[in-house]
């Protein structure tokens, strides 16, 4: 399964936008990049996820690089409520999903 | 539509005693997963099932069992619960779990505390 890499901590500020890294250089032609959060030791929530084009929804957007080796998770206007750990997973195809440590963001006002 | 739902929602267990977690989804779901987080931790897949009526190990299912009684309710069991097993336990489901695009929805979580 490929490996993931993120920051384990970020800040922005409130109403900036919000830009999660992760990189993904094992990843194979058909492994899609998922992106969940878990706020506050609830369960993990989903956010987005994308193959090779860049994806958004009404929660955020999810860049992709060419090559597929990193993808960036944007929140546009952050908010208090983002604050979370965001986890970036690689999805192989047999279903089990590796969640790693993560990238805890943290809003400020 | 409830989603996933996991009871109990707190546990305090003495070593050496035994208890079951209850997880059930009303989503219609094949496959369903048990998870443990430890404190500051990702999670780590303990069980899943891909379907009704078959389960496989995880990445750490030493000390665990597993049911799936039906489509909905995916149970997990403690047999004789050990200190080292204090954790929080999620459950989650998705549709398919042979698909690429499979995404899994969580339950509110089990905060076990073994003495």
């Known amino acids: 399964d490929a490996k993931t890499t993120q920051p384990t901590s970020m800040d922005c500020a409130e109403g900036r936008a919000a830009n999660l890294p992760c990189n993904h250089s094992?990843?194979?032609?058909?492994?899609?990049v998922y992106w969940y959060r878990q706020i506050h030791s609830q369960g993990p929530q989903y956010i987005i996820h994308?193959?090779?084009n860049n994806e958004t929804n009404e929660m955020a957007s999810l860049i992709i690089t060419e090559d597929r080796k990193s993808s960036t998770l944007i929140l546009p206007h952050a908010t208090l409520r983002d604050t979370a750990v965001y986890y970036c997973?690689?999805?192989?195809?047999?279903?089990?999903?590796?969640f790693g440590d993560g990238t805890t963001l943290t809003v400020k006002p | 539509n409830a989603g996933v739902t996991q009871t109990p929602k707190f546990q305090v267990l003495k070593t050496g005693q035994s208890m079951t977690l209850q997880c059930a989804q009303d989503?219609?779901?094949?496959?369903m997963y048990w998870y443990r987080q430890d404190p500051g931790m990702g999670l780590r897949l303990i069980y899943y099932?891909?379907?009704?009526?078959?389960?496989d190990k995880g990445e750490v299912p030493n000390g665990y069992n597993v049911s799936r009684l039906n489509k909905r309710e995916f149970s997990l069991r403690l047999e004789s619960a050990a200190p080292s097993q204090t954790s929080v336990y999620f459950c989650?489901?998705?549709?398919?779990?042979?698909?690429?695009?499979?995404?899994?929805?969580f339950g509110p979580g089990t905060r076990l505390t073994v003495l």
């Open positions: 994308g193959l090779k």
């Open positions: 094992t990843i194979s032609g058909n492994e899609y």
């Open positions: 989503m219609n779901h094949n496959s």
């Open positions: 099932s891909a379907s009704e009526g078959t389960t």
């Open positions: 997973i690689v999805r192989p195809g047999a279903g089990k999903s590796t």
């Open positions: 989650a489901s998705s549709e398919a779990w042979r698909t690429s695009t499979d995404t899994q929805y």
